[in-house]
């Protein structure tokens, strides 16, 4: 019997601020079962894509992130806000609701040519990983697929990411 895994994701209305109905992991990444399911679903979408690296930006990104790399034998690219990384690193912008963020990578973190899964706990209005998307492709990496755990399709963000193979575990 395959597991369910939007019955392990907590709805949290008005966090991080009002209006937002926050998709809470925690109670699926703190179930073995359940989180070993994500894993084992991320990577086999993943695995004909032959992904030598998945990228993750902190925090959520991190944990399935590292976890699905393993499963592949892929290297794992923490993408971080800025000033977090110790080395020489290229930064992409994004809109947010109200301004802008940024992203880094270390700028050796990617071969030319290597195949990147870039991977999210959330896809929402998809500037994070359009953001993500432009960091591999100016370090001269292929992105081998968008992925996400959980989709909010009604914001759209599969329209930022055109182009790019997409995919996510949970729709809402
Ligand atoms: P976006 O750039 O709008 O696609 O936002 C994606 C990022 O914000 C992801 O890293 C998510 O973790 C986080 N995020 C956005 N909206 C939500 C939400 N409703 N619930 C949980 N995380 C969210």
Redesign the pocket.
């Known amino acids: 019997m395959t597991l369910d895994l939007r019955s392990k994701i907590r709805d949290v209305p008005d966090f991080p601020k009002k209006g ?5 992991v925690m109670p699926l990444i703190g179930d073995a079962a359940y989180f070993a399911e994500s894993i084992r679903q991320l990577a086999e979408w993943s695995r004909p894509r032959e992904p030598d690296l998945v990228l993750g ?1 902190e925090a ?2 991190f944990i399935f992130g590292a976890a699905l790399a393993y499963d592949l034998g892929a290297g794992f690219i923490a993408a971080r806000k800025p000033g977090k990384l110790p080395w020489e690193t290229v930064e992409a912008t ?1 809109a ?1 609701e109200y301004g802008t963020d940024s992203l880094e990578v270390h700028r050796d973190s990617i071969a030319a040519g290597a195949r990147v899964i870039v991977l ?11 953001a993500k998307c432009e960091l591999v492709e100016r370090l001269g990496g292929i992105v081998a697929g968008a992925l996400f755990v ?1 989709e ?1 399709t009604f ?1 759209n ?1 599969r329209e ?1 990411l055109a182009g790019h193979d997409v995919h996510s575990l949970i729709q809402y």
């Not at 937002?20 to 809470?24: N, Q, W």
């Not at 959330?122 to 990983?129: F, I, N, S, Y």
């Open positions: 937002i109905l926050f998709k809470d930006a959520r990104g994004y947010l999210d706990d959330v896809l929402a209005t998809g500037g994070t990983a359009k959980i909010l914001l963000g930022q």
